[in-house]
DNA sequence: TTTGAGTTGTTATACCATAACAAAATTATA
DNA sequence: TATAATTTTGTTATGGTATAACAACTCAAA
């Protein structure tokens, strides 16, 4: 199970960090570079501060809230920028589209193939990406029995994340004994 | 595992049904009647043929596509029509919204709790709901291992389907065998 | 140094979805 | 059966998501 650390503890959506979240940025931004580089893709400018901008939200970026910022830095501000930039990050697996959002996610395992799978909790909106190969098994092999040849996979959960869940609880218990 | 019948046999959009899929819609919009009946909910008019129409196509149905036909047929043409008849829909479990296409499916299982699950091919567009217990099983397991408290799944699977794999298989032979 | 591939700029448009409020229809209640 | 309360539908406007099409630019290779 792989979380965005930063969404551990956070309730608001400018809660500040509780840990040094450039780590996971560069992280990130390294390991493009070492895969454009191999794959001899060209991490351009807009992308590659995409890339970066994507992952300093800490929740799942809407394509035109990314224009914006692009656009704030001095970036084309027209919309095919930044969905040129998404096509480039999707394809080479660097960041993931949580479809049920129509939002953008930083990937953080981009340096080995895997399935995005997302916990996205209904309150907070944070949302963590895990990975579960049973699940993964599981599927290839129920498609499979239908003769489906699996290719992608798009497992979006949502529900209560255990922040929000004890927010609740607490809320209640309070609510109950005045 | 649930089929839309008529996605069996078909590779073109326009297919001959080779089925009578009038069964499926006239079980689909009974089965609809009595749900609505014992919830004393109300499926008037334009939610019966929004139903009715969703069940017609072949395919997840965009809601602009649902809302021409409703057009067509001397109903309102401006969006919160659809939207509303959709709405309705979704709440009562009598249609899926398949996040990853923006549309919507009838439901084979309006009947009873379930959630549902995708098969979408990437050739046809063809798509089969399908009914897993035990992936439903280990995913609650899985985000209650994490205190997420699970209440809506998002599973949609994308890839060849039997029937356009084996035309590609076709089409390969003869073109190497050409 | 020109060719060619890839990338970006630009304009326009298509598609998906909801807000807000008025009007009509239906149901419940007096 | 009036009338009030509730739900549904009509209508206008707008916001949000995404792509088509073509021109201009960049950069590396021939």
């Given at each position: 199970?792989?979380k965005?650390h930063s969404?551990?503890?956070g309730?608001?959506?400018d809660?500040?960090?509780?840990?040094?979240?450039n780590?996971c940025?560069d992280?990130a931004?390294a390991?493009?570079e070492?895969?454009c580089?191999?794959q001899?893709?060209?991490?351009?400018?807009?992308?590659?501060r995409?890339?970066e901008?994507?992952w300093?939200?800490?929740r799942?970026?809407?394509?035109y809230q990314l224009?914006a910022?692009?656009?704030e830095?001095?970036f084309?501000?027209a919309?095919p920028?930044?969905?040129r930039?998404?096509d480039?990050?999707l394809?080479?697996g660097l960041?993931h589209?949580?479809?049920?959002?129509?939002a953008?996610?930083g990937?953080?395992h981009?340096?080995?193939?895997?399935?995005?799978y997302?916990?996205?909790?209904d309150e907070?909106?944070?949302?963590m990406?895990?990975?579960?190969?049973?699940?993964h098994a599981a599927?290839?092999a129920?498609?499979?029995?239908q003769?489906?040849e699996?290719?992608?996979?798009?497992?979006e959960?949502?529900?209560?994340c255990?922040d929000?869940?004890?927010q609740a609880?607490?809320?209640h218990a309070?609510g109950t004994?005045?």
């Amino acid at each position: 199970m792989t979380k965005q650390h930063s969404h551990q503890h956070g309730h608001d959506a400018d809660h500040v960090h509780d840990h040094n979240h450039n780590h996971c940025i560069d992280t990130a931004l390294a390991t493009a570079e070492t895969l454009c580089l191999e794959q001899g893709q060209r991490l351009t400018k807009v992308r590659r501060r995409a890339l970066e901008l994507i992952w300093e939200s800490h929740r799942p970026l809407g394509a035109y809230q990314l224009l914006a910022k692009l656009a704030e830095e001095g970036f084309n501000s027209a919309p095919p920028t930044v969905y040129r930039a998404l096509d480039f990050l999707l394809a080479a697996g660097l960041i993931h589209k949580v479809e049920s959002m129509n939002a953008y996610l930083g990937c953080a395992h981009a340096d080995r193939a895997h399935k995005g799978y997302f916990l996205i909790c209904d309150e907070c909106h944070n949302v963590m990406e895990f990975d579960y190969q049973d699940i993964h098994a599981a599927l290839i092999a129920k498609a499979a029995k239908q003769g489906f040849e699996l290719r992608a996979e798009t497992i979006e959960l949502t529900g209560l994340c255990a922040d929000c869940k004890a927010q609740a609880t607490d809320a209640h218990a309070v609510g109950t004994s005045a």
